[in-house]
């Protein structure tokens, strides 16, 4: 930019203004700037004052816009918070368990956590919920269906980039595998569904919900040491949530249809 800065009009101004923010690739400030400008003259802020709530404004849209790629990017079905969840409906959930766990420490830690319950007892609301507290907190997340991930690894084996796969399903910082033991898993799915397990041991989080006991997850890997290691490795050091048998979500439709 070659504008002297000496003498420049308010007109010149907001034109290199609009300039430099286009350049440093500020758009909060440039969207923002005059409305920032014309408060701080009412209320006679310093020049640093005024320049740090310009960078703070711009930092706090930024992390906002990190957020939601990360939410984007973790591919959850439909949008569900903590906020949203009725820990009334179902005492069975501990409120303070669950907002310690939205801290996410356990996903720092690479611990797994998994929620055991049958049908709408909230295990996908509260594993969509943690999963979206974890990338607004700044991890990497991914959601996928227990049957959808193994028949994807099946898919790439047969094309010879499996091993990409699973490192890319290593990466993640989290990875929350929803309706495990809905449906059998055949024993090639299965045994691959185990290597990214095994990938992320100790290393990265993985969050399971899943309708059936770990003693019934025999119906979902046919195999008696396979399932053994699985469970092992979704259990070892981590959190275990029993969500119960009671369907909230039923209760709530049967209320409002006697309502």
Known sequence: MTTKRRGMTEEAADAAIDQACRMLRMPTIRNAFTEYADRAGREQMSYRGFLAELLLAECDDR?????????????????????????????????????????????????????????????????????????MAGYRVKYTLATQLANELVEVADEMTLAKTIARYGRVDLLCIDELGYMQLDRRGAELLFQVLTEREEKASVAIASNESFGGWTKTFTDPRLCAAIVDRLTFGGTILETGTDSYRLAQATKQRTT
């Open 63 to 135: 992390a906002r816009r990190r957020s939601e790629r990360r939410i984007k990017a973790a591919k959850f079905p439909r949008e569900k918070s903590l906020r949203a969840f009725d820990f009334d409906a179902n005492p069975n959930i501990d409120p303070a368990v669950i907002h310690t766990l939205a801290k996410c420490e356990w996903v720092q830690k690479g611990q797994p956590l998994c929620l055991i319950g049958d049908s709408g007892t909230g295990k996908s609301h509260l594993l969509i919920a943690l999963g979206t507290e974890a990338a």
